[in-house]
C-alpha cells in the first residue's frame, strides 16, 4: 500500500463501470457491482503480495530478556539512522554492547549446563561441540563414474 498511486486509482475508479453506468435499482446488482469493481481495482492497485515465511525453532539460550534488548536495540537503530544524531549514535552502541553481553552470558550458561547434566554421555556433549562450532554434519557419497558400477560395488 506504500506505493500506491492514489490520482491513478481516482482515476480509475472515476472510469469505472460503477460510476459510468446508469444507476440501478436492484439493491443486489449494485452491491455486485460495487464489490467487483473494489476487488477488481484494488488487485490491480495494490495486488496481494505472498511471502515464504520459515519457521525456525528458537535457540535454547534465548531468552524474553534478549529478544526485548534486540528490540530496543532496533528500535535505537532506527532512530539513530533517521537523525544521525551522535547521541543517539552512542545510545545505539551501548545497547549494542548490552546485546551482545547478554547473548554471550546466555550462551554460557546454557553449554555449560549441558556439559554438567550430560558429563557421562560422549554424544551429547560432541553434539554441543558442534553446535558451538557451527559444524555440520558431512555427507560423503561413494565416488564413482556409473551407477551399475555404484550397484555392482554391493554384490
Known amino acids: 500500500m506504500r506505493s500506491l498511486d492514489i490520482d491513478k486509482f481516482c482515476s ?18 449494485l452491491v455486485y457491482c460495487y464489490s467487483c469493481t473494489l476487488d477488481t481495482l484494488i488487485d490491480l492497485h495494490a495486488p496481494i503480495v505472498y511471502k515464504q515465511v520459515t519457521p525456525r525453532s528458537r535457540a ?3 531468552t524474553e ?5 534486540k528490540e530496543l536495540r532496533r ?15 552512542r ?7 548490552v546485546v551482545n553481553d547478554l547473548v554471550r552470558n546466555a550462551k554460557e550458561i546454557y553449554f555449560s549446563s ?12 560432541f553434539q554441543a561441540i558442534n553446535s558451538l562450532l557451527h559444524k555440520k554434519a558431512e555427507l560423503h557419497y561413494p565416488s564413482t563414474c556409473s551407477d551399475t558400477n555404484l550397484a555392482d560395488q554391493f554384490n
Do not use: M, Y
Not at 528500535?75 to 549514535?89: G, I, M, Q
Not at 549441558?114 to 556433549?125: A, C, M, S
Open 114 to 125: 549441558v556439559i554438567e547434566d550430560n558429563h557421562g554421555n560422549q554424544r551429547v556433549l
Open 65 to 69: 530478556e534478549i529478544r526485548s534488548a
Open 12 to 29: 480509475d475508479l472515476s472510469n469505472s463501470e460503477l460510476l459510468t453506468s446508469t444507476p440501478v435499482d436492484d439493491l443486489r446488482v
Open 75 to 89: 528500535k535505537l537503530e532506527r532512530k539513530w539512522c533517521t537523525t544521525k544524531n551522535d547521541l543517539k549514535n
Open 60 to 62: 535454547p539460550w534465548f
Open 91 to 97: 545510545l545505539f552502541v551501548d545497547q549494542c554492547r
